[in-house]
């Protein structure tokens, strides 16, 4: 089984000056059937699939290349990448295979971990690789390119064109002032997304549903990662990290191991950040010197350093993704569901190509028409799990001491069990639980585990 890990073709590195080679020109002349929005994860999956099925596509991309905004990486679920480009791994610049997963309760000084290491997790179709947003967003890409589709870069979608409540086209602002007419508009524009605010699409996305994470790339020899992570080479670790990191608000934060490379996040709510007056930058600077995290960063040199906003209101907070002429997708539409984002992206993208092809069919564009992507996506695993997560974003509003209490909590019981007294043990289980009650009172403890088991039942 272990030397599966071995047994991968060399998956080809794609240079960002050939992507940009082919996109220097301005489109051709004439109506397209499909102008996207934005060359990521989602905007690039849809152009895929849709120039597969002949349809005449433009996409167009805010930067000077897929990917040139964006900093560090995050883990993909192998089996959805699969079924949408099987064994991708042989072409994908991943960067290691994640055969260890763990989840840290966190203080200032203590650390209450559980850890899973399997082999299992390396066989095929394997389960989740790391990799690098740059490589993957570079990759999508250049299968759209090669499926015929036309990529614009520094093409920035400032306004969508509407005859009547139909979509029609899009304008293009500065340095390329243009427009371009087509039959579906299809916004991949990210989270917040401006064009839909715009065009009358969605409300103002609310400080509460938005978290801003701020990330770190730093490198290190594989050969320290994997000494200071217990790893085989190709394989890779996954940490989440609670409590401590978020400076006692609702938060998270992770560390994901890369070839030569370990990359750092941490974010919350953008209303916490206001609220708290805390800066993004405080936050990763706190984490990086607690002594759990200072000793595997050790050494190691700054290589990359950025923010992120990501939509994390949960299902109650997904806008209605289907007008005349326009679907929503990706972080656009909020298809964010606790780690999974990339690999919902793609999938909306996918969807959308299905219902973008049944409408070219038949020469319909309304909303009646689109609404295919809809159905699809309520019908797949993507709105499925987004609806039984659907109490998460409001539990964590409502019990806003859930991360930081209770992993106090957990690590002082932690503690006192592994403090060894002269007392009973009876008596030693009597003060632990006077200990935990004195921090939480056992009836608010009750109300709490009840309210967060019907969120997660």
């Given at each position: 089984m272990i030397n599966r890990v071995f047994s991968?073709?060399?998956?080809?590195?794609?240079?960002?000056?050939?992507?940009?080679?082919?996109?220097t020109n301005q489109a051709p002349a004439g109506k397209f059937d499909v102008i996207i929005a934005g060359a990521g994860p989602a905007g690039s999956t849809a152009a895929y699939f849709m120039a597969q099925q002949g349809l005449k596509v433009l996409l167009l991309e805010r930067g000077c290349y897929p990917g040139a905004k964006v900093c560090g990486g995050v883990s993909i679920i192998a089996e959805h990448t699969h079924k949408l480009f099987p064994n991708f791994w042989d072409e994908l610049e991943w960067e290691r295979m994640v055969t260890d997963q763990s989840f840290w309760?966190?203080?200032?000084?203590?650390?209450?971990?559980?850890?899973?290491?399997?082999?299992?997790l390396a066989a095929a179709p394997y389960n989740r690789f790391t990799i690098k947003r740059i490589h993957l967003y570079q990759w999508l890409a250049q299968k759209a390119i090669d499926a015929g589709a036309i990529l614009l870069n520094n093409h920035h979608v400032s306004e969508v064109l509407f005859k009547d409540n139909q979509a029609i086209g899009v304008?293009?602002?500065?340095?390329?002032?243009?427009?371009?007419?087509?039959?579906?508009?299809?916004?991949?524009?990210?989270?917040?997304?401006?064009?839909a605010e715009k065009s009358g699409l969605i409300h103002r996305v609310s400080?509460?549903?938005?978290s801003l994470y701020v990330k770190e790339t730093?490198?290190?020899?594989?050969?320290?990662i994997e000494e200071r992570f217990n790893l085989l080479p190709n394989e890779g670790a996954i940490i989440g990290?609670?409590?401590?990191?978020?400076?006692?608000?609702?938060?998270?934060?992770?560390?994901?191991?890369?070839?030569?490379?370990?990359?750092?996040n941490v974010g919350m709510s953008v209303a916490d950040f206001a609220q708290s007056g805390t800066r993004p930058y405080e936050l990763l600077n706190r984490l990086k010197e607690h002594p759990n995290i200072k000793h595997l960063l050790k050494d190691g040199k700054l290589k990359e350093y950025g923010s992120a906003l990501i939509p994390e209101g949960g299902y109650t907070s997904i806008p209605s993704l289907v007008h005349p002429g326009i679907m929503i997708?990706?972080?656009?539409?909020?298809?964010?569901?606790?780690?999974?984002?990339?690999?919902?992206?793609?999938?909306?993208?996918?969807?959308?190509?299905?219902?973008?092809?049944?409408?070219k069919i038949v020469r319909d564009f309304s909303e009646r028409k689109l609404s295919l992507y809809r159905t699809l996506l309520n019908e797949s695993f993507v709105m499925q799990d987004m609806k039984a997560n659907a109490g998460v974003a409001k539990m964590q509003q409502d019990i806003p001491y859930l991360f930081d209490l209770y992993t106090r909590m957990a690590n002082e019981a932690a503690f006192q069990v592994a403090k060894v007294y002269t007392m009973p043990k009876l008596a030693k289980r009597k003060f632990i639980f006077q200990k935990l009650i004195s921090m939480q009172p056992l009836g608010k403890m009750l109300k709490d585990s009840w309210r967060v088991l019907k969120v997660i039942k």
């Open positions: 991968f073709k060399k998956p080809y590195k794609i240079n960002p000056d050939s992507i940009k080679s082919q996109t309760w966190m203080t200032e000084d203590s650390v209450l971990s559980t850890r899973y290491q399997s082999k299992r304008k293009i602002a500065e340095p390329h002032p243009n427009y371009y007419l087509a039959d579906i508009i299809v916004l991949a524009d990210g989270a917040n997304s401006m064009l400080p509460l549903n938005m730093i490198s290190l020899s594989a050969e320290i990290l609670y409590g401590y990191p978020t400076a006692g608000m609702n938060g998270t934060a992770s560390i994901h191991t890369f070839k030569d490379s370990i990359s750092l997708t990706g972080d656009a539409a909020a298809l964010v569901n606790g780690v999974h984002g990339v690999n919902l992206a793609m999938w909306s993208g996918f969807f959308a190509a299905k219902a973008a092809t049944a409408a």
